[in-house]
């Protein structure tokens, strides 16, 4: 499993078939990723250390962010179409 060094922080792909990819998050410190929404794919984010769990549904704009001191860990699960080129960023 390579980890790929974000500025948000990195992820690692766990796992990943025919419609679904599982990839281990970290964000760093006061970290986040870009605002995004994806065609054709939801996710599913469990939170490490808490029972949250956050469903991002297609086509829906959604940001990851870190508010805190500490590093945050969470699982995504991805369904449908998990390829990176299905990535709408919003551009400010």
């Not at 939801?42 to 590093?71: C, D, M, P, T, Y």
Request: glycine fraction near 8%; include cysteine.
């Amino acid at each position: 499993m390579k980890k790929v060094i974000k500025q948000w922080g990195w992820y690692k792909v766990l796992a990943k078939g025919d419609g679904f990819k599982v990839k281990l998050l970290y964000l760093k410190p006061f970290g986040k990723t870009s605002l995004q929404r994806h065609r054709q794919r939801r996710e599913i984010w469990v939170f490490l250390g808490s029972q949250k769990v956050k469903i991002v549904e297609k086509r829906q704009w959604h940001q990851l962010s870190n508010a805190g001191n500490k590093g945050l860990s969470l699982i995504e699960v991805q369904r449908g179409i998990c390829q990176e080129r299905d990535i709408q960023r919003q551009k400010i």
